[in-house]
């Protein structure tokens, strides 16, 4: 059976009168363990089929399974829950909180567990440690360069163990050497921790560390097939 | 980091803002708890004062004088024990200044009904022998220099000097409350040397002694009902519910204060409530991530409220310590016209007020945070 299996989905967003058709009759099968790249032109409903996988938005139409359960049934409260013990978020900008320091960065997911305080620390300095940035565990956002913010990113979306990552274009801000760095580390968690990705990418070096690559276009999938890199 | 760790890190997330707001409420509840420090005692009277004795004055204005003849008609009234009167002489002892409390007395009987003050057996005789002779407080010997002996000139813009020129007094001694704070003590001279101004024949007030204070509302109504339907009818009342009123010609205290009090809040209302929208705006991308990590639309909502209320709370405790120790460390040395009382029901109320402003500070920015959609949020920023 499917880790993420989306169902016949539409996705459609009114602006004033004007209605726009994101997805069509989508569907689309993840297993687990897999890494998928999301690729496609801008507005081809990338980043809109990985706000569903990640229970951040509802279809118009269809049904989202992850782990075999509907999203569709979730309360808004549920879903947060859900979203904080399976799906780990990086996003293009990093989105950390500027207040607070790498290693509270990544312990802010766990506020929403019942970890106690020491407990808690030590889990955001291992997966500080996994994305290779123990040393910066006190610097704030400011203090850190564009790969480092988002290692801490990754290591926040790691840090409460969920089994899927959703990566919105994560290299998509950075130079290629560290974009590489980034896709590498993703890799790692995809085999050596398990993890199953979806990454939104414009990048075809990106997609090449995927297994499968995923075209969108037009709200419709066009192709789907193992990334060129995998063998 | 516990959840209090990251909201104060939040609240400080912009320190100088965070602080100069801070800094204006601890400001404001400051002032709260030294405005109503003062006003409490305008709107409960002078508690401390004794209750055994009243005040009677002319009923419709303590300005109007009484005849000289309703001391022996008050006297005569079942419960009273001693009976002296006192005018308002308005004397200036130095050109310039507004005035210091000058009473033109009964020397034989003012001692009497205010049997706890402290004076020297031989100095009060010779007052009351002395018909140029007056009494002055320290307060009043230290305040101008004088010493016993002297001649004290005083100038009334009331009562002047028909022959011209300052009324001379002969300081013969001083005298002294047992608790200085709740005594209004006076220059007191004799009654007689105001035989050649048309104050003469008439007193300003009437002060007495009752044998039981529980009788105090009933011995009022007995001496005002003696005078009813007179030219002259008379007022009588505590001594604390008569200083009140006379404090209160300066003007209606309490709403003074609460006219400031109002319009500092409502400043610090806007002012407050300017950060949290400020702070709201700024963070509604990290609020977007912050539900898109797992926390509730209400918890999110309440991180906000409790950042605000936690703002008003801290300040207001500052505010409120800082003006419990200066209220209490300056009641005892306010003049008796302008008193301050540390009031525990005033703390209580600073900590409402304070609750209060960060509810409504807070609730728009947590209602907004409550509805933030993630996606659009995120979308935007």
């Known amino acids: 059976m499917s880790l993420v299996s989306l169902q016949s989905v539409s996705k459609t967003y009114t602006k004033g009168r004007e209605r726009v058709d994101v997805l069509a009759n989508l569907s689309l099968d993840i297993q687990e363990n897999d890494f998928v790249a999301l690729m496609g032109p801008s507005g081809s409903g990338k980043t809109t089929v990985l706000n569903l996988i990640g229970g951040l938005d509802h279809p118009t139409d269809g049904e989202v399974f ?11 409260g549920k879903l947060a829950r859900w979203r904080s013990q399976n799906i780990g978020f990086v996003f293009q900008f990093y989105n950390l909180l500027p207040a607070l320091t790498a290693q509270r960065n990544v312990e802010l997911p766990l506020l ?3 970890l106690k305080g020491k407990e808690r620390k030590q889990n955001a ?33 790691i840090v409460a163990d969920p089994a899927i990552l959703v990566c919105d274009e994560p290299t998509g801000d950075l130079d290629r050497t560290n974009a590489e760095e980034i896709l590498d580390l993703l890799e790692t968690l995809n085999r050596k921790h398990e993890k199953t990705i979806v990454m939104v990418t414009h990048d075809p070096k990106a ?9 969108l276009d037009k709200g419709q999938l066009s192709v789907q097939e193992p990334s060129t890199s995998e063998n | 980091m516990g959840r209090i760790q990251f909201l104060i890190r939040c609240m400080f997330r912009h320190k100088l803002r965070t602080i100069l707001t801070m800094l204006s409420l601890v400001t404001a509840f400051l002032l709260f708890l030294m405005l109503r420090s003062v006003a409490v005692v305008f709107e409960a009277g002078w508690v401390d004062f004794e209750e055994t004795r009243l005040t009677t004055q002319s009923k419709y204005s303590m300005i109007d004088r009484l005849p000289l003849a309703h001391e022996d008609v008050i006297h005569s009234i079942d419960g009273v024990v001693e009976v002296t009167h006192a005018s308002w002489f308005g004397g200036v002892f130095k050109e310039g200044e507004t005035g210091d409390a000058t009473f033109a007395i009964d020397p034989t009987t003012y001692f009497k009904v205010y049997s706890e003050y402290v004076v020297d ?9 002395t018909r140029t002779a007056a009494l002055a407080p320290e307060s009043l010997m230290e305040k101008y220099g004088w010493e016993i002996g002297q001649k004290i000139p005083v100038i009334s813009p009331i009562h002047p000097n028909p022959t011209g020129g300052p009324w001379i007094f002969d300081l013969v001694g001083t005298y002294a409350s047992p608790d200085e704070s709740n005594a209004f003590l006076a220059f007191l001279f004799h009654y007689e040397r105001m035989v050649d101004t048309f104050a003469y024949g008439t007193a300003g007030w009437y002060m007495l002694t009752i ?51 109002s319009a500092v809040f409502f400043t610090m209302i806007l002012l407050t409530a300017n950060t949290m929208v400020q702070g709201y705006h700024e963070r509604v991308s990290e609020l977007a991530v912050m539900k898109t990590l797992g926390f509730s639309n209400a918890s999110v909502s309440v991180y906000i409220l409790a950042e605000a209320l936690l703002m008003c709370c801290i300040s207001a405790a ?33 900590g409402l007020i304070a609750i209060g402003l960060g509810a409504l500070v807070g609730s728009v920015p947590a209602i907004n945070a409550n509805r933030l959609v993630i996606v659009d949020a995120l979308h935007a920023h």
């Open chain 1, 66 to 76: 992850v782990g075999g359960a509907s999203l569709k049934s979730l309360s808004a």
């Open chain 1, 112 to 114: 929403l567990t019942k």
């Open chain 1, 125 to 157: 300095l291992t997966a500080l440690d996994i994305v290779g940035l123990a040393d910066r565990s006190r610097h704030r956002p400011s203090q850190l360069s564009g790969g480092q913010q988002q290692r801490v990113a990754i290591a926040r979306a």
């Open chain 1, 207 to 215: 997609a090449e560390h995927a297994k499968t690559t995923v075209y």
């Open chain 2, 121 to 129: 057996p031989d100095q009060l005789a010779e007052f009351q022998s």
């Open chain 2, 211 to 261: 044998d039981d204070p529980d009788r105090a509302d009933e011995i009022s109504a007995a001496i005002d009902k003696k005078f009813e339907n007179s030219s002259d009818e008379t007022r009588t009342m505590t001594e604390s519910e008569s200083f009140r009123q006379f404090a209160a010609q300066l003007g209606d205290i309490s709403l003074i204060v609460t006219g400031i009090l």
């Open chain 2, 318 to 350: 500052i505010g409120i310590g800082v003006g419990t120790l200066v209220v209490i460390g300056i009641q005892d040395y306010m003049p008796p016209m302008i008193p301050i009382y540390f009031d525990p029901i005033t703390c209580a109320w600073a």
